[in-house]
C-alpha cells in the first residue's frame, strides 16, 4: 500500500498557567492512500493535536512528519498541503467565513486561485456531492447543525483534497445529523476513495474505519483493526474507554455460561450471533 501519511518520533507541548503540558510523546502514525482511519481516544488525550499536525496548522516541534511527500516542517509546502489534506471541525461555524452557503464555498475556491469562470459549476457539484442543490441561496444561520455540517464539508469537496480530516465532526449533532454525517464520510470512503483520517471519541462510530489508532494522554496505545482494538476490554478500559455495547453484552454473556462464535462489534451482528445459538 502506498503511504500517504507518515510521521516518527512526534512531540508536542504547550504552555499552560506556567507550566508545560506534554500533548504529544512519541508519536508514530501511518496511513495509507484510501484507508479510513480513526484516532480514538478520550477528549484531551491528544487527537486534535495530532491531526493539526498533517496540513501545518500546528508547526512540528519534534519528530517528522510526510503528507503525500510533503515535508510539513518547510513552509514553502503550507498551501500545497492544506490542498491536499482538507479539514472539518467539530463546530461547523468556525469554518464559514460568509453568511450565504454558496459564497462561503466560492471563498475557498477564489483563495486558491481557482478560475472564476469554473467556480460557480464547482461550488453547484460540491453542493450536489452533500445532498444540499437547494441550497446554494439559504443564509447559514438558517441551517441545521447536521446542515451545516454537509455545508462544511461540501467547502472543503471543492478543493478536491486527496485527505479528508473529520476532527470530531459529528460531535454537536443530533442523533440525526449524526448519521447523516456518517454515511457521507463512509460513501467518500468507499464510493470516492479517499483517505479519511476521523478523530472521534465515539466508540461505535469507530467501528466504520479500517484501522484504529488508540491514543491516551498522548501516546499511542495501539493500531489495528477494529476488530482487534475494540473487542480488547483491557485495552479500552486502559485507555479509559468502553468497548461497544455489543462487545459489552458478548463479554456479559461469556460470564454468564453464554458463548458466541465471535465478538460483534454491531447491533446486526449481535443479533446474528444470537440467532445463531438457536
Given at each position: 500500500m502506498v503511504m500517504v501519511i507518515e510521521g516518527t518520533g512526534l512531540g508536542y507541548s504547550y504552555e499552560f498557567d506556567g507550566s508545560a503540558v506534554l500533548a504529544l510523546e512519541d508519536v508514530d502514525i501511518t496511513i495509507?492512500?484510501?484507508?479510513?482511519?480513526t484516532i480514538l481516544g478520550q477528549n484531551g488525550s491528544g487527537k486534535s493535536t495530532l491531526v493539526k499536525h498533517l496540513n501545518a496548522l500546528l508547526p512540528i516541534q519534534k519528530g517528522h512528519l510526510c503528507v503525500e511527500g510533503l515535508d510539513v516542517?518547510?513552509?514553502d509546502n503550507i498551501w500545497k498541503l492544506r490542498r491536499l489534506c482538507g479539514m472539518v471541525f467539530?463546530?461547523?461555524?468556525?469554518q464559514f467565513v460568509s453568511s450565504i452557503v454558496e459564497e462561503?464555498?466560492?471563498?475557498g475556491l477564489e483563495n486558491y486561485g481557482v478560475p472564476q469562470e469554473t467556480i460557480a459549476k464547482k461550488v453547484k457539484e460540491a453542493l450536489h456531492s452533500v445532498g444540499m442543490d437547494d441550497f446554494?441561496?439559504?443564509a447559514l444561520n438558517t441551517l441545521s447543525g447536521g446542515q451545516k455540517q454537509r455545508v462544511a464539508l461540501a467547502g472543503v469537496l471543492a478543493l478536491d483534497p486527496d485527505i479528508i480530516v473529520f476532527d470530531e465532526a459529528t460531535a454537536m449533532l443530533d442523533p440525526q445529523g449524526r448519521e447523516e454525517v456518517l454515511n457521507m464520510i463512509n460513501d467518500l470512503h468507499k464510493k470516492e476513495h479517499k483517505?479519511?483520517?476521523?478523530i472521534s471519541h465515539y466508540v461505535d462510530e469507530a467501528v466504520l474505519a479500517d484501522r484504529i489508532y488508540l491514543i491516551h494522554k498522548?501516546?499511542?496505545l495501539k493500531n489495528g483493526t477494529p476488530q482487534e482494538i475494540l473487542t480488547n476490554y483491557a485495552l479500552m478500559r486502559s485507555a479509559g474507554l468502553l468497548p461497544p455495547i455489543p462487545v459489552l453484552l458478548y463479554y456479559d454473556l461469556k460470564a454468564s455460561g453464554i458463548t458466541l462464535s465471535s465478538c460483534p462489534l454491531t447491533n446486526e451482528e449481535l443479533v446474528e450471533e444470537i440467532c445463531r445459538l438457536s
Open positions: 495509507g492512500k484510501g484507508e479510513f482511519v516542517r518547510l513552509q467539530q463546530n461547523p461555524d468556525n462561503d464555498i466560492a471563498f446554494g441561496k439559504r483517505t479519511i483520517v476521523m498522548g501516546k499511542i
